[in-house]
């Protein structure tokens, strides 16, 4: 058997791959979302994904994220942010941005928070992004703060939960990493019933997300195929 080596083979293998998943893991996979990841990948792969029926895709880099979404501004795609967010680029990220993936700290959130006030896109939904690994540089927020963080997010104007969003760390079984997270958003759905999604599961490890609830799969290379050297 050869690998798929078109955008529209890789789509269709993985989309092939998440639905068995999903049949392995008793789910409707109506009910997860995928998020085609397009960073460091050109306007018009964006473009190709939008005519293969892609309307979800995720972005790491602002700047990256702002040019592309500017070049595609006419199609109707959602434009999800996943990766680390300066406070000082939360506004302009909601230029683009229907859902951030990576709010870890309650300075991001008031700065959202602020920013949709004054903002066109309400409300802005937002997953808690947590660090699974015990280095603070990471990104996202410890086990510690979690439901403090929550809070600060159930209280501010503008911003809805969606629930918890984890990258496995390396070195570690990835669906005991996934099932951390699915612990974490039971505590979170304790504080805040609707906030039931899971941001979880990338190329190499979107099955086991899936066996622990993952709703929302962010892909990049195995769909895009290999991203080019970072520009
Ligand atoms: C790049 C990236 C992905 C997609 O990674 P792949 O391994 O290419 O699927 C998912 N989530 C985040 C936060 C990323 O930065």
């Known amino acids: 058997m050869s690998a ?8 269709a293998a993985t989309r092939a791959r998440i639905g068995a998943a999903a049949a392995e893991a ?12 397009t960073k460091f ?3 018009s792969l964006v473009r190709e994904l939008y005519s293969l029926g892609v309307r979800d895709v995720g972005e790491s880099r602002h700047q ?7 070049e595609l501004a006419e199609l109707d795609l959602s434009w999800h942010f996943v990766g680390q967010l300066q406070t000082n680029k939360a506004r302009q990220a909601l230029s683009y941005a229907r859902v951030i993936h990576s ?36 990104g996202g927020v410890d086990a510690a703060g979690l439901e ?10 503008g911003l809805r939960l969606l629930g918890v969003m984890a990258v496995a760390p390396l070195g570690e079984e990835p669906r005991a990493a996934f099932a951390r997270v699915r612990a974490a958003s039971e505590r979170v759905r304790a504080i805040e019933p609707a906030a039931r999604f899971i941001s979880a599961g990338m190329s190499g490890d979107f099955r086991e997300a ?10 990049g290379s195995a769909i895009t195929g290999n991203r080019p050297v970072r520009p």
Not at 26 to 37: S, Y
Not at 64 to 70: C, G, I, L, M, Y
Not at 148 to 157: C, G, N, Q
């Open 4 to 11: 798929p080596d078109t955008l529209a083979d890789r789509l």
């Open 26 to 37: 008793g789910r409707d996979p109506a009910e997860l979302r995928t998020i085609v990841v």
């Open 41 to 43: 990948h050109p306007a």
């Open 64 to 70: 990256e994220a702002q040019q592309k979404s500017d």
């Open 103 to 138: 709010v870890d700290r309650p300075s991001l959130v008031e700065a959202l928070a602020a920013a949709e006030q004054i903002g066109r896109h309400k409300p802005v939904d937002v997953f808690l992004q947590l660090n699974l690994t015990d280095d603070p540089g990471r």
């Open 148 to 157: 403090s963080l929550a809070e600060t997010v159930v209280m501010a104007e």
């Open 210 to 219: 899936i066996l622990e609830g993952a709703t929302h799969l962010r892909i």
